[in-house]
C-alpha cells in the first residue's frame, strides 16, 4: 500500500521567510580511532543532522493544511534528503566545546533559511508524489495493454478507454500505453468520444513551440477518424493560435486531412480561416489572411475551395 503524498502550492508570509537562528549542544561518544578533529566532525555533523530533522519537522507541520504527510514519512523523507536540506544552514559558529579523549562535547549556533528548507522541503515531496504514483499507476498501464488484446465489442473498447483517460498523457511509461491506444485505435478504426474529448483536453496542456510528438499523434488520430465535432474544432485551432507564426503548417495535413467528408473539411476550414481574419492564429504577430489563404486552398479537395473562395473573396482582396 503506497502512501501518496497530496501538495497544493501556497504562498509563505514574508515574515516566515526570514532566516532563523538556533542554539543546540551534542555530546559525541568517540571509538578507539577517533582524533579531537574527526569527534568534532562527527559532533558538528550529528547534531547539524538533528537540527535539519526538527526544523524539516517544523516545516512540514506549518504547511499541515496544504501537505498531507504522517510524521514518520516526514522523518523518513527528511533523513533521505539530509545532504540536501543542508544547503538552508546558511552559517554555523562553534560557541563552545569540550574533549576529554572518550566524549567531545560542542555547542552550536547554526542559522537555517526557512525559505530555502520550505522549498526543498516541496521539492521533495514533490518528488516523492510523483514516484508514488508512477507506482500506483502500473497496475491501471497493464490493464490498459491487456484490454487492447480484446475489443469486440462496445463494452470492451469502452472499459479500455475508461481505464486509458485516467493515464496522464506524459512520463514516458504512460505515453508507450497511448501510444499503442492510439496504434490499435486507428488500425482498427475505433473512434471512442470519451478518449477523444481526452486527446482534445490534453492538447491544451501541450506547449507549441516544441513542436511535441504528442500534438503529432492527437492530430493524426482526430484527422482520421473523418469527422470532428465543433468544440474539437475549437480545442485543435486553439492549438493553432498558440504556436509560433512558422509552425501551423506542420499539422495541416492532418487537421485537413481528405479521408474526411467535404462538409467536416469546410467547417473546419471555415473556422481557420474566421480566427486567420481576426489575428488569431500564430504568435507573436499573427499569420496573415492573404498569405496563408492560398496555401490553404492548395491542400483542399476542389469543391471545398470553391465554396471556401467564394464565401471568402471580398476579405481576401
Not at 542554539?23 to 559532533?43: G, I, L, M
Request: glycine content about 4%; proline content about 3%; hydrophobic content about 40%.
Amino acid at each position: 500500500m503506497y502512501k501518496v503524498f497530496m501538495i497544493i502550492f501556497f504562498t509563505i508570509a514574508a515574515s516566515q521567510l526570514q532566516a532563523q537562528s538556533f542554539v543546540r549542544e551534542y555530546t559525541y561518544n568517540a571509538s578507539e580511532n577517533d582524533s579531537k578533529a574527526s569527534a568534532r566532525n562527527a559532533a558538528l555533523e550529528a547534531l547539524k543532522s538533528e537540527l535539519i530533522e526538527e526544523v524539516g519537522v517544523s516545516v512540514v507541520s506549518s504547511l499541515e493544511n496544504e501537505t498531507k504527510v504522517e510524521g514518520d514519512d516526514v522523518k523518513t523523507m527528511i533523513k533521505s534528503q539530509l545532504q540536501t536540506f543542508s544547503i538552508a544552514m546558511t552559517k554555523t559558529e562553534i560557541l563552545d566545546e569540550k574533549w576529554d579523549g572518550e566524549k567531545f562535547w560542542i555547542k552550536v549556533k547554526i542559522e537555517v533559511d526557512s525559505d530555502a528548507m520550505k522549498e526543498q522541503v516541496k521539492k521533495t515531496i514533490q518528488v516523492e508524489v510523483e514516484k508514488q504514483n508512477e507506482q500506483l499507476l502500473e497496475p491501471l498501464r497493464e490493464e490498459v495493454l491487456l484490454g487492447l488484446r480484446n475489443l469486440r465489442t462496445p463494452e470492451r473498447i469502452r472499459a479500455v478507454t475508461s481505464k486509458a483517460v485516467k493515464l496522464p498523457m506524459e512520463g514516458e511509461n504512460n505515453l508507450l500505453v497511448h501510444r499503442e491506444v492510439l496504434g490499435v485505435f486507428q488500425k482498427y478504426a475505433i473512434d471512442d468520444t470519451l478518449y477523444r474529448d481526452f486527446l482534445v483536453s490534453t492538447l491544451k496542456k501541450i506547449q507549441p513551440d516544441w513542436n511535441d510528438n504528442r500534438a503529432h499523434w492527437i492530430f493524426e488520430y482526430l484527422g482520421n477518424t473523418g469527422s470532428y465535432t465543433k468544440q474539437e474544432i475549437d480545442g485543435l485551432l486553439d492549438f493553432f493560435a498558440r504556436m509560433p507564426k512558422s509552425m501551423p503548417n506542420n499539422y495541416y495535413y492532418n487537421f485537413f486531412n481528405k479521408t474526411q467528408t467535404n462538409e467536416v473539411l469546410l467547417a473546419a476550414a471555415d473556422a481557420y480561416v474566421s480566427r486567420l481574419s481576426q489575428g488569431k492564429i500564430g504568435r507573436p504577430l499573427p499569420i496573415m489572411l492573404q498569405n496563408e489563404f492560398p496555401t490553404l486552398l492548395r491542400i483542399l479537395p476542389q469543391e471545398v475551395s470553391k465554396t471556401l473562395e467564394l464565401k471568402w473573396k471580398k476579405e481576401i482582396k
